[in-house]
């Protein structure tokens, strides 16, 4: 089987499971707050703990990480790979450049997005 192929069935099974879920959520708790995404955010990361385990422990292999970590986690959210990789940093003793990693991809990704708010204003 091509390695591409459980990426995209996972991706779009994620993809399809956060917009249920968000919108549960959103539903029963309303939308003043980001309950949905926080949610799925925590979610994802429990998920990628547990799975990133099993793979250690040898009781998943690479087609499994590539449908369930890639595909499914990655379409439900990215997030669930960005706390697997701060965990990696912590537990190899590399605190400052975790909490490094931490403050540029929040602060990082929230720039980008205002950036990109800001060229869409500008350009229409």
């Not at 192929?5 to 003043?32: F, K, N, T």
């Not at 547990?50 to 990480?65: K, M, N, Y």
């Not at 990789?85 to 997005?113: H, K, P, Q, T």
Request: proline share 2%.
């Amino acid at each position: 089987m091509h390695p591409l192929l459980p990426v995209m069935i996972g991706g779009a099974s994620g993809a399809a499971l956060r917009y249920l879920v968000g919108g549960a959520v959103s539903a029963r708790l309303g939308a003043a707050f980001p309950y949905g995404t926080l949610i799925i955010n925590v979610v994802g990361g429990l998920l990628m703990g547990v799975l990133a385990g099993l793979i250690a422990r040898g009781h998943a292999g690479e087609t499994t990480r590539l449908l369930l970590g890639v595909g499914v986690l990655g379409g439900f959210t990215t997030f669930s790979t960005f706390s697997l990789d701060c965990w990696r940093l912590i537990e190899s003793d590399n605190l400052g450049l975790a909490f490094g990693y931490m403050a540029l991809s929040v602060l990082g990704a929230l720039a980008a997005l205002v950036f990109g708010l800001w060229c869409v204003r500008i350009v229409t």
